[in-house]
């Protein structure tokens, strides 16, 4: 349900807030939440709710949220699950806008709690009351000194927003921020997202003046179509982590949140086209976020390295190379000034290596000559304990450096006690610091990519579904046909939508007799017979396809042999035949599509990203190749092309090595055509067009096995 555009303003920013489960031990959650909003004193009014107590902590207690005289602008709940929907209820009559269920036991635990958590978010949304939670740990904005949960400190005030399904996951980035000085806009816990989820906090973060960096872990994802359309829009990155990949994971999260997880690869894909920055580990995160929150935009891939030793800027060189970035080519004058500073065993040939015995100094001209050349893109500088190092003299150094540098400096201090107060001078002062090189170069590849993305996003035109999608001539027959289980279509029914969109296919027949098929084969020889996909789903396995028939003879032969197989393997007397003319082609081409949700997703804030589309190398080898790519429906003509461009068969029908291109814009047209498809008709839950046969002027899909799912 589309929510207006104020509607989490009471959440963030309350004047007043009712803590609804405080008591006598201060070790009980409701006890906390009041003895944190206390601590960051949080300037508006608070009210404490317990009918067993008149007074706790100096303060008068009220028997119920309906019993406080004042307004109420947010409710913090912390009392046994069974309870929650009566105080919903009483913040429902006292007209209270906002409320944070810190109370577990709902979905989380099994159906009992899944049906309570869902009745108490129905009379919220009815009423117009907003809902954090629940099985959450709160919410924080240091802005306005609230800290609305039980978490064992409160953030420092930043431009980072983030939300977490794991409150767990929230107190770890929590404490890990503390020890860096890294600073939060806002901290969300999202618990089980009975009202709001994601997708909403992070467009509210988007319009958010004070939030630069949006971060997110997400068991699941509430609307995948919505995220991908908020962050093609916004120029925030937006940083998630994303756990629940394999299928043991996946139950995991089940039994954590009560949510589903989609697969790896829809998630990959939908976050790569989308520009949102996905990361697999937990300090991958932190150092992402920190990067994005404290660097200069990385407009480039060309990284220098400035090191006091060589085997560091080897281990750099291997990694900013494998991590899809480039080691700079420093210009001549750069090269002279810098030979001129160092002493003749030093190396001026990116790394740049100061030597050993580098005392601060001897790295200031170097940084600073590399940030002023237009050949480099970011500078990595790297340092080691040695006897002499001055590591926090050049902490200082570089502090400077980079307040004046309009790109990226990154320092990595190799080591551990030695220079840990080095590295805490950086964080003091919001510089990106890394204690490992690999950190540095994958948080710099990540910004890249991101960057990348987003230029390369405000040159494509985002698609809608509905700028796509049509009525489709068939909409009753496919409606009709859907069940809850997967069904395929019958041959004559993917051949009608083949046609309703399109899409090239040789000339064919669905044949019960051989007189049949011997009418067909003289009007079209060669051809090539073959069971139909309602029987089997792949015929090679089988051998139930027949190839290169040329004569009535031999049409006859691999009829009956054919027909033979048939009746034994699905014991039916008269099984049908498809007969197709054969295309003689240059390449195979593979195109497939699986959906992510339900049939409906398109149209309602459900669970799923709609449908995501393979392709690459086809034929009976496809799972052997693996030459395979992915997109996001939908998808516009650039982002197509770019998926392509990531395949081996891509640039051989393109043309490569001075062979001559065959028919690849036919192969675009034929991808879009199938977009379409999908779109018009989202029943369809899976289909493969495989071959499709590419010749000099033609994409023909020979066959094409579409399947449908409610």
């Not at 027949?546 to 008269?574: A, G, Q, V």
Request: glycine residues 6%; contains cysteine.
């Amino acid at each position: 349900m589309p929510k207006s555009d104020n509607s989490l303003e009471n959440l963030f920013n309350p004047e007043s807030i009712a803590i609804i489960g405080v008591s006598k031990d201060p070790d009980k959650i409701g006890s906390i939440i009041y003895s944190n909003i206390c601590e960051n004193k949080f300037p508006g009014r608070v009210y404490l709710v317990n009918p067993k107590h008149k007074e706790l902590y100096g303060h008068t207690v009220y028997e119920s949220v309906k019993s406080i005289p004042e307004q109420v602008d947010l409710a913090c709940i912390s009392v046994p699950a069974p309870i929650v929907e009566a105080v919903i209820d009483d913040c429902i009559e006292k007209d209270v806008k906002a409320a944070i269920i810190i109370s577990a036991g709902f979905s989380e635990t099994g159906e009992q709690g899944t049906a309570l958590e869902e009745k108490i978010a129905q009379k919220a949304n009815k009423a117009g009351l907003r809902i954090l939670g629940p099985n959450c740990l709160g919410m924080m904005n240091p802005s306005k000194r609230l800290n609305a949960s039980f978490a064992a400190s409160s953030p420092l005030e930043g431009n980072i927003a983030f939300l977490s399904q794991s409150g767990a996951f929230c107190t770890a980035v929590l404490d890990m921020s503390l020890d860096k000085n890294l600073g939060f806009s806002h901290f969300v816990s999202l618990g089980n997202k009975a009202d709001i989820e994601e997708t909403e906090l992070i467009e509210y973060f988007c319009d958010e003046k004070k939030v630069n960096v949006i971060g997110a872990y997400l068991e699941e994802v509430a609307n995948g179509q919505r995220l991908i359309q908020i962050a093609k829009k916004t120029a925030k990155p937006i940083v998630v982590f994303k756990p629940g990949e394999s299928s043991e994971a996946k139950k995991a999260i089940s039994s954590h949140t009560g949510s589903l997880a989609g697969s790896a690869e829809t998630i990959e894909t939908a976050f790569k086209q989308a520009g949102i920055v996905q990361v697999r580990r937990v300090h991958q995160m932190f150092n992402v976020m920190m990067a994005f929150s404290w660097s200069k935009p990385l407009k480039g891939n060309r990284i220098a390295v400035v090191t006091n030793a060589g085997g560091p800027g080897i281990i750099a060189t291997d990694d900013i190379v494998d991590s899809g970035l480039k080691m700079a080519e420093i210009s001549q004058t750069s090269k002279k000034l810098i030979e001129e500073h160092l002493p003749s065993t030093a190396s001026v040939i990116n790394p740049i290596d100061v030597i050993g015995d580098a005392l601060a100094e001897r790295y200031k001209l170097p940084i600073e000559v590399l940030a002023e050349d237009e050949n480099v893109d970011a500078i990595l500088v790297v340092l080691t304990p040695q006897l002499v190092t001055q590591i926090e003299d050049t902490a200082k150094l570089i502090i400077n450096t980079a307040k004046l540098s309009d790109k990226p400096i990154f320092p990595v201090f190799l080591g551990g006690k030695y220079v840990s107060f080095g590295l805490h001078r950086l964080y003091d002062f919001k510089i990106p610091a890394f204690q490992y090189i690999s950190d540095a170069v994958d948080a710099l590849s990540l910004m890249y990519k991101y960057y990348k993305t987003e230029e390369n996003l405000a040159k494509k035109k985002s698609l809608d579904f509905k700028t796509l999608r049509r009525k489709g001539e068939y909409e009753l027959e496919i409606a009709a046909g859907t069940k809850e289980t997967t069904t395929a279509l019958p041959e004559p029914m993917v051949q009608n939508i083949a046609e309703e969109f399109g899409i090239d296919t040789p000339h064919q027949q669905v044949v019960t007799t051989v007189d049949e098929a011997l009418e067909f084969g003289n009007k079209q020889y060669p051809v090539v017979i073959k069971a139909t996909t309602e029987d089997f789903e792949h015929k090679t396995e089988y051998r139930a396809i027949h190839l290169d028939i040329h004569t009535d003879k031999k049409l006859r032969e691999k009829y009956f042999e054919l027909e033979e197989l048939l009746k034994e393997k699905l014991r039916i007397p008269n099984p049908k035949i498809l007969i197709q003319e054969q295309i003689q082609f240059k390449e195979e081409f593979f195109l497939g599509s699986k959906r992510d949700g339900d049939s409906d997703v398109y149209e309602t804030e459900d669970i799923g990203f709609g449908h995501i589309i393979a392709l690459g190398k086809g034929g009976i080898y496809t799972e052997t190749y693996k030459d395979i790519n992915y997109f996001l429906v939908p998808a516009s003509d650039l982002e197509i092309e770019d998926a392509l461009k990531q395949t081996k068969i891509w640039k051989i029908i393109k043309g490569t090595r001075g062979q001559k291109p065959l028919a690849y814009k036919a192969i675009i047209n034929t991808i879009q055509k199938v977009q379409k498809m999908l779109l018009t008709y989202p029943q369809i839950e899976s289909l493969d067009l495989n071959p499709i046969l590419v010749t000099k002027d033609r994409a023909v899909a020979v066959d094409i096995k579409i399947f449908t799912k409610k």
